[in-house]
């Protein structure tokens, strides 16, 4: 009999992709599940809702414990899998509230005090101390938790906890894998693909690269994405055409392009847990730049598939964007090390519900 499992997530993407809808199938094939998300439910199995523009985020979390307190009731699940501290501390309070005793597990992807710091806007901060008591409480009262990489489990193991399973994030790499990788481009070109938030340094990244430029008249940095420093990247486009460029969205295939038609992938976050894009820049056998943060040390090793440098230091950002676009040697060098990194963090759509069911039956004493 499969074990029943809710499903809590801040946001689902949709439509779903063709990956993520194998991974979902896949699922399927071994849990009965519920998913709830925020996000737009046309089309999709889960049952999500819709925010309200105005304090999105507070409004999420403030209607949260009730919502999973309503499915625990209707569905009765043996388990929540919740991915984040502060939804795992929402699944134990609509536990309590539903008066059942179902499991939950916390499904850590990054650091939980990244959230008030370097998401949105910055008045989040003033939810520093409240939202990190929270977050570690949760963990601790959290019957089982289940990591990503090893950055993430010491993140665990920091507050004196010991992780239930560490595997990877699902990611189906198909249309980074249809093709051999194609060739360095002759113009070099650095890309970065990401939300332009401040965790991922974009900021950082545009004051890099305008010191990076001057000494790389034919280079060009392409950024791809959308957020709240939208307008960082504007002025950088507008004071440097010839060596930058923006585009908003990128379907899969669409980056995967992108990758071919780019020198590195640039990574200079100052948070970042399992990054996704580290593994689709090695499938296209391209080297990353990264910074020596969070997850990235974990994919990415330093001269042997891409280059890190410290943090927020823009300086060092610029002089690798310098090394690795300017020396084709050094650059193809990487990138061979780089595609050859791919296959350690792929997962299958079937092993990776495999897992998931294991975790479940293990931790609400099904097995």
Excluded at 10 to 35: C, N
Aim: proline content about 7%; charged content about 25%.
């Amino acid at each position: 009999m499969k074990p029943r499992v809710l499903f809590v997530s801040r946001r689902v993407e949709t439509p779903l992709s063709e990956s993520e809808r194998r991974k979902w199938d896949a699922i399927r094939e071994e849990v009965d599940f519920r998913m709830l998300a925020a996000g737009k439910p046309d089309g999709v199995e889960f049952p999500l809702w819709s925010e309200a523009p105005l304090l999105a985020g507070p409004a999420y979390y403030a209607a949260l414990p009730a919502r999973i307190a309503r499915e625990l009731r209707r569905f009765r699940p043996q388990a929540v899998v919740a991915q984040g501290a502060h939804e795992t501390a929402a699944a134990l309070a609509a536990r309590r509230v539903a008066g059942v005793d179902t499991s939950v597990i916390a499904d850590v992807h990054g650091d939980y005090r990244a959230p008030t710091r370097l998401y949105g806007s910055r008045l989040r901060g003033l939810l520093n101390v409240v939202a990190d008591r929270t977050a570690r409480t949760a963990l601790r009262h959290a019957d089982g938790i289940r990591t990503v990489t090893t950055y993430t489990t010491q993140l665990v193991r920091d507050l004196g906890l010991e992780p239930s399973d560490e595997f990877p994030a699902y990611m189906d790499f198909d249309s980074f894998l249809q093709t051999p990788p194609a060739p360095l481009p002759e113009r070099p070109q650095a890309l970065f693909v990401g939300v332009l938030e401040r965790y991922k340094n974009v900021d950082g990244l545009a004051e890099a690269w305008r010191r990076a430029a001057w000494l790389l008249p034919a280079a060009r940095l392409r950024i791809v994405g959308t957020g709240a420093l939208s307008p960082v990247v504007e002025r950088l486009v507008a004071d440097l055409p010839e060596q930058a460029s923006w585009t908003p969205h990128l379907s899969q295939l669409e980056v995967s392009a992108a990758l071919d038609e780019s020198t590195c992938l640039v990574l200079p976050s100052r948070s970042e847990g399992m990054g996704r894009v580290v593994v689709e820049a090695f499938c296209r056998g391209r080297p990353v730049v990264g910074s020596r943060v969070g997850g990235i040390p974990d994919l990415v090793e330093d001269g042997a598939n891409g280059l890190l440098v410290e943090p927020g230091d823009g300086d060092a950002l610029a002089e690798a964007l310098v090394r690795v676009l300017s020396d084709r040697e050094l650059a193809e060098r990487i990138a061979r090390g780089a595609h050859a990194s791919a296959a350690l963090w792929t997962i299958a759509p079937r092993e990776f519900a495999r897992r998931i069911r294991a975790l479940v039956e293990r931790v609400a004493g099904l097995s």
